[in-house]
């Protein structure tokens, strides 16, 4: 099983600025996933990232408003870049998602 | 493409209630299917899965089977506790996802129990 710490649980950011999210999985795993959940609605897949590679992202999504990191197998960071009010939302990480391991979620409120 | 469809929420029942929520997708082949659940305030976990057609997930007496003629994932357990009383969300991760294993979700329902 893996297990994955993902931090901060929460922030809470200034328009125009950024926030870095980061996970630890505490096992090697090929590709990590990165999920947006906006008030109320379902889950959105944002990326996928495959360690020494560039992060594949989902229609609607583009790096330089989510750049991905994935410098080895248990380490990502997605940052949300040049923040709005519309990117509040909870956004988590998901490593094996058929097995179910996802990240607490990390809750952004921007104002 | 791909996606999942579930039935809107809330449901509201009573305890020791029977408990369906109704969940059907359109993919192409045979995709995995799940349940996951959110309590309040927590993160999200795997319920229960199904990778092939006429198989039965279980788990914490919440049961579903893979319909492959009706393209169905319907959620059900005989008796709701107050406890149960979270967002439960259907997903699928595609037959031909390229080994990336990605998971497309449906809307979500709340499950309202009171005793």
């Known amino acids: 099983s893996a297990v994955i710490s993902q931090k901060p649980s929460r922030d809470i950011c200034q328009r125009g600025t950024s926030l870095t999210i980061q996970c630890q999985v505490d096992?090697?795993?090929?590709?990590m996933f990165w999920y947006r959940q906006q008030p109320g609605q379902s889950l959105t897949l944002i990326a996928t990232?495959?360690?020494?590679?560039?992060?594949?992202?989902e229609s609607g999504f583009v790096i330089d408003k989510f750049p991905i990191s994935r410098p080895n197998l248990t380490f990502s960071t997605l940052t949300v870049s040049n923040l709005s009010p519309e990117d509040s939302s909870i956004y988590l990480c998901s490593a094996e998602p058929a097995r179910g391991f996802f990240g607490q979620g990390t809750r952004l409120t921007v104002v | 493409g791909d996606s999942v469809t579930q039935m809107e929420g809330p449901v509201t029942l009573s305890e020791e209630a029977f408990l369906t929520i109704n969940c059907t997708y359109t993919?192409?082949?045979?995709?995995?299917l799940f349940w996951y659940v959110q309590y309040p305030g927590e993160g999200l976990q795997l319920l229960l899965k199904?990778?092939?057609?006429?198989d039965k997930g279980s788990n914490k007496g919440f049961e579903a089977t893979y319909r492959k003629e009706t393209t169905s994932f319907h959620l059900e357990k005989g008796s709701v506790q107050v406890s149960d009383s979270a967002v439960y969300f259907c997903?699928?991760?595609?037959?031909?996802?390229?080994?990336?294993?990605?998971?497309?979700f449906g809307a979500g329902t709340r499950l309202a129990v009171h005793p």
């Open positions: 990232a495959n360690q020494g590679s560039e992060a594949t992202y």
């Open positions: 993919a192409t082949g045979y995709p995995s």
């Open positions: 997903a699928l991760i595609p037959m031909f996802s390229g080994g990336y294993n990605k998971l497309i």
């Open positions: 096992s090697q795993v090929t590709m």
């Open positions: 199904a990778t092939k057609a006429d």
